[in-house]
């Protein structure tokens, strides 16, 4: 024999070839392939026409003999040269090899056969089953393969007895070398290790196959598990290095740990396998060995991730079986709360009125948990127990009755009804006499900010808010105030903190510079202008100092000082004085007007329009550039000016147009956007010491560049960063603006955009109330239209809002692991009025943690109208995925609106030299 490949070539001793078949590799008896060449007559060397052209063979002489049939086996056997005889007949002798061996054939199914048999014969494969071990009740199965080996027709049937069964090929008729699958079930409504045979039924006699199986019985006890209720508790935690407080979420109840018994109940020992799933999880046991009539407790937590209703089981697999179990459900209860203030502290006086606080519990999560709050004398609270609703809030009221004079400490317990853990707010108080009282705070003003609810009378609470620097006499003096509301005489005593009194009083002072004292305006531009002169000259120091004999420039300074010392701005200009470092702001502003990016006549105008404010806010943001390189793309102090410039282009109309903008401390954009660079400036300053000034600093930076872009695409803008208090609560506004619409209403937007960085879903909650109450003409939302625009300056602007033709629009930007919350308080918020009838959306933007806007969906049933207008509002704003909020390109804007002042100017036939239009 010779191997050629995958052939197999049989040579005889006269030289004549038969090519036998094809063999699998690995396996060269089994002839997967048959292949016959013959040779024609009279040519000794020509293969006949049908033969295999794969096959390169020469016959080099007359074959002669029957073809070997397809799917024999070859018996082996091995010759040496010169070795041999006669293979056809039955005379070869053994000594000389081995012979051929049985008659066996391999069918076209593949199954092998005895080719010269002429009756039936049971052939099987495997010859005995055993099954997957399984549960009671559970069903394995397991097949085999029956077929003819012998000839003829083989018929019959195949029975099984419990607990086994045929599923299916339980009768067969099967020609020689054909196959039938059998398949059989093994289930037992008992525990036990089963064996039984299966009879095989047929016209070649009787067969019989072992069959064994095993069935468990597993239990678990108790049949179901409770871990009751616990709860999430969000409040505030100060501290750090800059003192911040930050929301904090504690666990109440939380985690709950419990067991389950699993017991084999069955008489042969089970290996399994334990799983579960979130917010349930297997503390120990999840791979047991179980013998018989053994069991094992498993311990599982309960740990959830956020408020629910959760249902859960234990799985058990078997190890080395099929089929699985399942427990008992397993229960448990998540809420989730916001509980305001994170503590309580108390000032009372000696047989003085009882001082009374508000405690605010929120209902954060989705379930309905049932609340008890119990304190310990002498404070007390109103409410012992209640429930709340998913969104719902609760003041508890926290008295403060002290019947002699001293310190007290305690805690407020607030506790699910059904578990003894509580979460407990500190309470502290202070009972003493008038006179100690005074003197107390007078040294704690010395120390810092105080925050004080004092009582007058037995009906009259004064609140001091962020007073400092106190004295007894001037605590005196305030609480007279306070009773008898002689408001027209106050005056500031000590000092308060940069929202309070300075910033309201500074708002009027620049207006009146700005309006009513045109001599003094004018006269401190031209000091500004000689200074820059100077600055470029080298001579700015000289000239500075001569020019503070000049007293309008004087008095502007002294107040630009003022400004610098309550915004804590003094070290930002590297000064020892608020006087200085007022000279060091303005040296600064003499610089941006020299440079050209800015040019003079911007930079006029922004005196012009906010003057001690404007001159502050942007030599603020210019050092603040000199000292931490901040450029992020474009610099912030060209960001600011780019976009006030477009913003004053814009908004301030021609003659006979509605003018919504003037420079009046009445006028909401006006104040707006003075309070804003006064605010920077500030936040320039304390940026890198205080982490809400760092967040005040981005929200402001950002609100202020979407509406100059909105403004400089022909946007009305209302109201930039506006800060709206009325009955319903306090809402911040980064922008109010609206576009007009086809049917002579208007889109009107209102946007949060500084939820991406301080996010609150309280200041939310409030918009969308508010929009929903204005869209439907409710009391409310006129009460908040009124207070967002107080004055009859703002009439224009309060009528083009309400007008019950107009659509409102909802714009808000928060962080991704937000944007779940902030939709559910959008749709909560207008299920009830359906999204107003149709006349309100919302758009979410969701930004990453570096402010690129990841996604944007819309919240509401616009029309495909109002679609195109919400995307033309976002390309307004510079608003797309991937890329940062609030970073758009102002200066096309600025061109375009330069460009289209040069052209009015023209058209009006006003005398202007060549110089002055370009």
Known sequence: GKRVGKVRVLFDETNQIAILGIANEGDEEKIAHQVRIKVKAGKDDEPEDDAEPAIQATACGQATGEAVPMGAKLEPLALDPGDGGDLIGSSYDGSEGRDYGTNICISQWGYSYNCIATTPAVSLSPTDLTFPQTFINQQTQASFTIWNGGGGRLTGTISALAPFSIVSGGSFSLLPGQPQQVTVQFSSATAGSFSQNLTITSNAGTKLMPVSGVAHKVTFSPAAVSFGEGMFVVTEQCGGETGECVPYTRKVGLPV????????????????????????????????????????????????????????????????????????????????????????????????????????????????????????????????????????????????????????????????????????????????????????????????????????????????????????????????????????????IGSLEPDQWWLREFLKLIAQFLTKELPAKQSVLSSLKTLAKALAEGTFNATYDGLLADRYFNEFVSKLAEIIRNTGATSLFGAATSSEAAGVAIKVFCELYNNSRYGQVGLETIFLNFGHAGVFALAALAQIEAQEDLRNGTRVTGRVFDALFIILKTQPKPPGQPDWYQVNEENTLWKNLATILLNLGEDAAKRQQSVEHQKRFTATITALSIAASMAGNNWDIYAIRAQVTYSAGTITLDVVGSIPLGNGGRLVVFGQFFHAVDYRWSDLAALVNAVDSLARGEKLGLEFLRTLFPSPLNNYAFGAINDPRNIFGIFVAVPQDKQQEAEQIIDNGFTNSNYCGGRCFAVVIVVDENQIVTNIVIKGNPGSTTLELIQRALEDMGIKIGKKLGLVNLRADVARVCTIEVRIQAKKGDQHDETHLL
């Open 257 to 492: 740990q419990s067991k389950l018994v699993v017991k084999n109940e069955g008489t042969v020992a089970v290996s399994l396998n334990l799983s579960t799933s979130a917010p349930f999880y297997l503390v120990s046991g999840g791979a047991l060995t179980l013998a018989a009539g053994q069991s094992a407790e498993v311990a599982v937590r309960f740990d959830p991730a956020d408020s629910g209703t959760f249902t859960g089981t234990i799985t058990a697999t078997l190890q080395n079986g099929q089929g699985s179990l399942t427990s008992g459900p397993l229960t448990g209860i998540a809420h989730k709360i916001a509980v305001s203030p994170a503590a309580l502290n108390f000032f009372a006086l000696v047989e003085g009125p009882a001082i009374q606080q508000r405690l605010t519990i929120t209902n954060q999560g989705i379930t309905t948990p049932v609340l008890t709050v119990i304190t310990n004398e002498p404070f007390s609270v109103d409410a012992s127990s209640f429930t709340l609703v998913a969104g719902e809030s609760k003041d508890v009221i926290v008295q403060f009755s002290p019947t002699t004079g001293g310190e007290f400490s305690s805690t407020i317990s607030i506790k699910l009804s059904q578990i003894q853990a509580a979460f407990t707010v500190p309470v502290q108080g202070k009972s003493i006499t008038e006179a100690e009282f005074f003197q107390w705070l007078s040294e704690r003003s010395q120390e810092g900010p105080v925050d004080v609810t004092i009582p007058v009378t037995s009906d009259l609470l004064a609140h001091l808010l962020h007073f400092r620097d106190l004295t007894p006499e001037a605590i005196q003096s305030l609480l007279h105030l306070a009773e008898t509301k002689d408001w027209d005489s106050l005056l500031p």
